[in-house]
């Protein structure tokens, strides 16, 4: 299959044009019939009990994990399936154990799911240092060099910038990570679902990513772990070998081990069926292929946009450390007010405002935020232009 030849999977009506991906993707015909199929064909819990159905949906489950970790070669690891991103990094900040004194190094370009979790282990004496990027959003490796210190338990950054579409120098971090022994978590929420990911090849401890940004349901995301050092915040149903309340161990049971001990009661079965096929369909494409279509249309938008008068755009210039995640302002109009333009004149749908990201938006005296045009696989050179032509027509209306 082609890029070109998938658009006919994707059912919304042909006249919208959909260019908010980074907020959640659409999803293609197949992954709604893997789910559809689970619901009415083997509809059954998972991992209890030896009936034919939850036989074949436990072994339907099992296969969506296996197909998961594969696709970011994490097949050494741990996956664990939640309910998105936020969620992920959630389990991360309760599982560690914190002392006063710990630091955590982030940045001050993240998403709120990547920094209130951080925050707000204040309240348990450990100190948070943001870093700031330079005003294109990216980061020299040096003022990550200078905020790691032996005291530093945790990095924890997002590989792509959802509002600027900056890709941060993940390797790099992640070596200066291993030289003062710290943990180093990835929010993956942008890079995942747009190129080739390898944990292994970037040496994190932690990636997190949503499912429905990738072309998977919603109340989908994943965590994924390189060692079981966490403490599961939830036990439950499903998490356990054995328990003997008046038995030898504190607790009085025993924790099972991998993802199960991570993912008390009943899951979302049809989400992590729908999500496998998701990340079968990125395979079948090709992550290197739909990298360089999106870039391809990366590259016509930021051109267009520059050419325009009364037209701002934030984050690199240079296509080599971006994605398609373009974030502008047109002089003296709302980015909400720009937004719905593009809507009413040409069924175009952005996101506008701050993208979870106030710390950001505030770093770069954008108060009330910016216009952001995310692209992904489904999106053409001829959207690309509709867009461009429609902020030249509201940019000369003021
Ligand atoms: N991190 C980043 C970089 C994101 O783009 C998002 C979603 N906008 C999140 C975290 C949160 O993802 P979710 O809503 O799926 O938890």
Redesign the pocket.
Known sequence: MNIEDCLADFQIPQYLHYLDS??TSLIPEPVIVSMNEYERQYRANVGRGMHRLTRVATQRYQDAHDRVSGFIEGQEGTTVFTR???EAINMVAAGLEWEPGDRIVTTVME?H??LLPWLRLRQKGVEVITIRPDSEGTFDTGSFDEAITADTKLVAI?HVS?ALGTVQPVREIASLCKEYGSYFLI?G??SVPHFPVNVQNIGCDFMCF?G??MLGPTGT?ILWMKEEILSPFMVGGGTVDDVDIEGGTAEGYVLTEGYRRYEAGTPHISGAIGLSQAVKYLENLGMDDIFRHEQKLTERLLAGLAGIDKVNVYGPQDIKNRIGVVSFTIDRIHPHEVAYLLDERASILVRSGDH?CIPLMRYLGLENGTVRASLYLYNTLEEVDLLIQTVEEIARMV
């Open positions: 980074a907020a998105n991103t936020t998403h799911s990547n997002s959802n929010d929420a942008q949503s429905h940004k995301g979870c």
